[in-house]
């Protein structure tokens, strides 16, 4: 009695294999009807039809069926069209045979086009594995790698990319329709635009996604009511905020813990740190404005609407002329704006007429930051509060690992990692044993105990030791040694404040966050979006770190262990 196909978006070619769009409303008016099959085809853009059979019909049935759409045939649609569908119905009324054929016009667009309405569908445009996008990314990942460069690989390939689309020329070209975005757009797949070098902004967002995704980076897309544009997933767990910014404003916080960065891409003529920063206070403004937002995940929005798998003109990798030093003067910009924000905040603070304890702290922090554990000292002794005790006392040891007092430090957490609740500093207490035991001035024994003791102080304890894959086992803390000093003498150009080996951690894509250790660790925003959190409130625990380096494109998990110590803030 009725036949209907949902419009087709030829992007979403592989949506519709698994998801029904076909729609047939059957009736059996009161009589005994059998053997029914139904068969839909969309000539042209099907190979075969879809078919589905039914033993006996309800006196009134509704059937869904997905549709197998032929990809070479849906990308030579150059504009959209209606194609007109049909379905045989064939079927048994009292042992006699009868077939019927239905008909019905579905709107078919082109690979281009998106439904706006339908914002995840977006995924199916960041297709990471176009050859020319992978070929370029990667070799991008290798171009400017650079030894003495202290970020997280994960931003350091970020910015190679955005700098390679910079110096190629890429030009930002506004959409003509004004007033926001259109229910159904145009856009440009990633080989297309690498290939011309211009687009608006979903364009170029869609670009710079695949090729973060291709090398292994984590990215979704952000959707405004008249803007698009991306954020990346930079490793780093959202308490570690400081080893980029002061602000936290500056980032986004995902649900699995880590810390985003947004990237305003129709800022190519201004450098990657400009698009940062403008992304940012996009952000923000539309929180405040209470605006709707759409943060696409792209890995998980992949498992409804895979990447398309169009074949496009090849586009052979060029190297910019100045990328390598381009590159490396955004990185530079970046920490040089975020010791300049260190000095600033030191400033602004002892220049206050009275220093709050939270200020004395924060003081105390700001100077480990600049690997100054004596000011650091200064402040933390100025600190009056029986309630804060345990943490500043945390604080205290800190700055004697950080001088490389282990035994002062160790006699601070042996007094007081029984009396904290979180585990906080049985883990650090963890931490010292084990930077003590694989430089040889510890013991295997005394790291076993510290483990398992706390583990018993607090489950959580567990969840965070795990995460850093520490295992007490000596053959494993033996290798991960060896791992740690042949990588240090590969890539002597580190400068670190203590020789202390590396911890290999796990890629924890959902497992654990500063926010675990602290209900009030990151305070969710309502308006902000689904898994992610607004950045304006503090967090209550954080890790300090003064030139740690998530290092290698072969082993980016593998972090300084002065990194993983925690840090109490109030």
């Known amino acids: 009695t009725g036949f209907k196909i949902d419009t087709i978006y030829a992007s979403s070619v592989d949506y519709y294999a698994t998801h029904e769009s076909a729609h047939i409303s059957l009736q059996s008016n009161d009589r005994n009807v059998s053997d ?17 059979k039914i033993s006996g019909l309800l006196e009134k ?24 569908s049909r379905v045989e119905i064939s079927y048994s009324i009292d042992g006699h045979k009868e077939i019927k054929t239905l008909t019905s016009p579905v709107m078919i667009h082109n690979i281009n086009s998106i439904n706006w309405k339908n914002p995840r569908s977006v995924a199916s445009f960041v297709v990471k594995n ?30 190679a990319v955005f700098e390679y689309l910079r110096l190629r020329g890429s030009k930002y070209v506004s959409d003509p329709v004004a007033g926001g975005l259109k229910p159904v757009d ?62 936290k404003s500056d980032v986004i916080i995902h649900e699995n813990g880590n810390i985003w960065i947004p990237i305003e891409v129709t ?3 201004e450098g990657f740190v400009s698009a ?20 696409i995940d792209v890995s998980e929005a992949w498992e409804t609407y895979p990447p398309a798998s169009f074949r496009f003109e090849s586009v052979p990798f060029k190297k910019p002329v100045g990328l390598k030093e381009s590159a490396l003067r955004e990185i530079k910009k970046m920490t040089g704006i975020l010791h300049a924000e260190i000095d600033n905040q030191i400033s602004y603070l002892t220049n206050k007429n009275t220093l709050t304890n939270r200020d004395l702290n924060k003081l105390a922090f700001l100077y480990m930051k600049k690997n100054d554990p004596g000011n650091a000292r200064i402040y933390l002794q100025k600190v009056k509060s029986n309630y804060l005790k345990i943490g500043i006392e945390n604080n205290f040891a800190l700055t004697h690992v950080l001088a490389g007092e282990f035994y002062n430090a160790e006699n601070i957490f042996n007094k007081y990692y029984r009396k904290d609740s979180t585990g906080t500093i049985a883990i650090n207490r963890v931490l010292l044993h084990y930077i003590k035991y694989i430089t040889g001035i510890g013991d295997l024994h005394s790291f076993k105990q510290a ?15 795990e995460s850093f894959d520490m295992s007490y ?34 890629r924890r894509q959902s497992k654990i966050s500063l926010n675990t250790l602290s209900e009030t660790a990151v305070e969710i925003d309502n308006r902000a979006p689904r898994h992610f959190a607004a950045t304006g409130s503090e967090t209550s625990i954080g890790t300090i770190g003064t030139k740690g380096v998530i290092k290698g494109s072969n082993d980016e998990n593998s972090l300084h262990i002065f990194e993983l110590l925690f840090w109490f803030e109030f």
């Open 36 to 52: 029914v099959k139904l068969s839909v085809i969309i000539p042209g853009i099907m190979k075969a039809p879809s078919e589905v």
């Open 61 to 84: 049935q509704d059937v869904s069926l997905c549709l197998v759409l032929d990809k070479d045939s849906v990308q030579n649609i150059n504009n959209s069209e209606v194609i007109m």
């Open 267 to 269: 800022k190519f003529n």
């Open 130 to 159: 176009d050859k020319s996008i992978r070929a370029v990314s990667r070799e991008l990942s290798k171009a400017i790698l650079d030894s003495t460069v202290l970020i997280p690989i994960s931003i350091h390939n970020a910015i």
């Open 451 to 465: 483990y398992e003791e706390a583990c018993n102080i607090n489950r959580l304890a567990i969840e965070i030791l």
């Open 473 to 506: 086992s000596q053959e494993k803390i033996r290798s991960v040694n060896i791992h740690s000093q042949n990588k240090l003498e590969q890539k002597n150009k580190y400068s670190f404040p203590l020789s202390f080996p590396l911890v290999d951690l796990k």
């Open 186 to 247: 145009k856009i440009k797949y990633p080989g297309q635009t690498l290939s011309d070098l211009g687009g608006d902004c979903d364009d170029f967002s869609v670009l710079y996604a695949a090729m973060l995704s291709s090398i292994g980076i984590n990215t979704a897309i952000v959707i405004y009511q008249d803007h698009v544009n991306v954020i990346f997933d930079t490793g780093i767990m959202a308490g570690r905020y400081d080893k980029i910014c002061l602000h």
């Open 276 to 295: 940062w920063k403008t992304a940012s206070k996009k952000y923000n403004k539309s929180l405040q404005l209470c605006e709707n937002i759409d943060i």
